[in-house]
């Protein structure tokens, strides 16, 4: 998942930093977003993912927001993301 030799939708994907967390769990850190690329990338690599937990979007965070749940974002937050 990490070298970069994956192709989705018939395009090579960015290199995608992976980190074994326990012997199930990993975090993975993109640089793009396909539709469905996490869950993509490890079928591709012979894996299943069970569970998917986004945890921030660029340097924006929120562990407080339930789900199916949303926010505003700062002017701090938007200045970010341009």
Same mark, same amino acid.
């Given at each position: +998942?990490? #070298? =970069?030799?994956?192709?989705?939708?018939?395009?090579? +994907?960015?290199?995608?930093? !992976?980190?074994?967390?326990?012997?199930? !769990?990993? =975090?993975?850190?993109?640089?793009?977003?396909? #539709?469905?690329? !996490?869950?993509?990338?490890?079928? #591709?690599? =012979?894996?299943?993912?069970?569970?998917?937990?986004? !945890?921030?979007?660029?340097? +924006?965070?929120?562990?407080?927001? =339930?789900?199916?749940?949303?926010?505003?974002?700062?002017?701090?937050?938007?200045?970010?993301?341009?």
């Amino acid at each position: +998942i990490s #070298n =970069g030799s994956i192709v989705l939708d018939s395009k090579r +994907i960015r290199l995608a930093k !992976v980190k074994q967390i326990s012997e199930l !769990v990993f =975090g993975i850190i993109l640089t793009e977003g396909i #539709n469905r690329q !996490v869950r993509r990338m490890a079928e #591709n690599q =012979g894996y299943r993912v069970l569970d998917l937990e986004r !945890v921030r979007i660029g340097d +924006i965070r929120d562990r407080t927001l =339930g789900k199916g749940k949303w926010r505003y974002l700062t002017k701090t937050e938007i200045l970010s993301i341009e």
